[in-house]
């Protein structure tokens, strides 16, 4: 079984400071390296930053090079959904994709067969995709922001004009892509929407397909303006792109995510800091 750790490091000069990200996926790079067996690459404006990296571990690193012609670094504080790039044009040896946020990082060293043996586990249970967080179901948020909206609009409609509408994890992204229970689109309502910080995938015909929906996602989330509707939650995009394109979300379950993979998100920003 042949997995890929892929994660993406787009640097924003306009944000003085933001190439510690280039270190925190670095520190990614060693840990896969050092714990793992396996490969990863690097999706990246500022492939120079890893030039050490690949003398240092060869064909085991790879950097891939894209300068965002096509697409904006930045909605917001940053372009979110460029994260579609880790899953795009996947070499077929590959039989996992396993994201990461740059970030994060591994807290021990991978046991081979605890991890083989965890993915068979999940493939006879149907699952081809597994993330955290799976319990958020697009239908039951929808319905919460909805119910949080009438509410809101009876307020303001009793005078109540600082009523407060705190809103739910998603409330932007239904305004945003105008979806509604009376008009849908309905083939998105039983999506899973899993916290997009750490991500397995089986790479065949379905991360292609998933990869090109995301990125038509990203497009359509590049049309925002200055002052954009939605820009971060971008588990809403994952979610429905990979129910779209066919994948059965499982989840990983604590023992999965910490004993088995060993992930913890944001285990490599050591700063603690954020641009």
Known sequence: MNILVSTICFVNR???G????ATFAQRLINDVMTKTPYDIMVTTNEPEHF???KEKWGDRVIVRTELLETHRLVVGVFNQLLKFYTIKNIDKKYDWVLYLDCDAGLTGDWVVSDVENKINEWTLLGHDFLGTRTNAILRDELSQH???ERIHQEEINKGNTTHYN???LFSNKF???NVTSENGPFEW?????PSEHVLLAKNDEKMERMSQIFE???FKFETQGQFPVTVDMEAFEIGVSAKLAGYNIGDFGNDGLFHVIKIVCNHNNWEKVKY
């Open 146 to 148: 909805e119910e949080m």
């Open 216 to 218: 038509d996602f990203c």
């Open 166 to 168: 705190p809103k739910t």
């Open 51 to 53: 030039q050490n990296d």
């Open 175 to 177: 305004t945003f892509y």
């Open 189 to 193: 309502f039983d999506a899973k929407l």
């Open 14 to 16: 306009n944000k003085p």
């Open 18 to 21: 933001a190439e510690i990200y």
